[in-house]
Structure formats: C-alpha cells, structure tokens
C-alpha cells in the first residue's frame, strides 16, 4: 500500500494550493479517503474526507466554502483545493485511507475517529503567511 501527498508550499493569506492524494495497492473505491492536518503542538484534525463510491462529501466547519475535495477513480487519486487560504490552515496535511464504513457511521466519525483509518500517507506541508 501506497499513499503520497504532494502539493503543499507557502503561500500567501488568500492564496490557493491544490494538494494530490496519489494511493495504490487497495481497492481504491471500496475506501473513503480523508484529508487531515497537524499544526505544530496541535492534535491532528478532520478537514475533509471523500467516499470514492458515490463521492459523499465531508467538511470540517472550518473550511467550508473555501475546501473542495474531488476523487478521480481511474488514477486513484483524490484532491484538496483550498482557496482563500488563511494563516490558520498552516499544517502538515495528511490523506488517510478508511475501508468504507457504511454511510451513517461514516458520516458520523469519517472526520474524527482517526484510529479507524488503515493506511496513512507521509504529509505534505502547507504554509499560509500573513
């Protein structure tokens, strides 16, 4: 199993980065992939997360309406585009793998329950200046 991240870099408040959640060696759409980051003394947190099968959505209330996540089935491939970029979104993003869990447990922990995740990429670092 494979998951990397790429796509972080600096960029300033208001910005745009779009970060790539390349995976292999599962079944891609039997899985939702979550998008989560860690900022320096912080726990890592639920930002967004995707069920490859029928692309239900989830978003944390902090980046609503400025996150867009998005699956591409045939390369096994899931996207971050973070617009309107704020100084508090500065972290180490990670994608994580969780075997779908049915759509009413996964609504209700696919954004907090990070132990129920079975594979889990390096992280990429996005940082946002003032």
């Known amino acids: 199993v494979q998951i990397v991240e790429s796509g972080g870099g600096l960029v300033q408040a208001g910005g745009s980065l779009r970060l790539s959640c390349a995976t292999s060696g599962f079944a891609f759409e039997d899985y939702a992939i979550g998008w989560f980051r860690q900022a320096p003394g912080k726990e890592r947190e639920g930002v967004s997360c995707?069920?490859?099968?029928?692309?239900?959505?989830l978003y944390a209330d902090s980046v609503k309406g400025r996150f867009t996540i998005s699956s591409d089935n045939a390369k096994n491939t899931v996207y971050l585009q973070m617009n309107s970029l704020k100084p508090e979104d500065t972290a180490v993003y990670y994608c994580?793998?969780?075997?779908?869990?049915?759509?009413?447990?996964?609504?209700?922990?696919?954004?907090?329950?990070?132990?129920?995740?079975?594979?889990w990429g390096q992280g990429t670092q996005v940082t946002v200046s003032s």
């Open positions: 995707i069920n490859n099968s029928d692309e239900d959505t």
């Open positions: 994580g793998a969780l075997y779908y869990p049915g759509p009413t447990t996964y609504r209700e922990y696919g954004l907090r329950h990070l132990h129920e995740y079975d594979y």
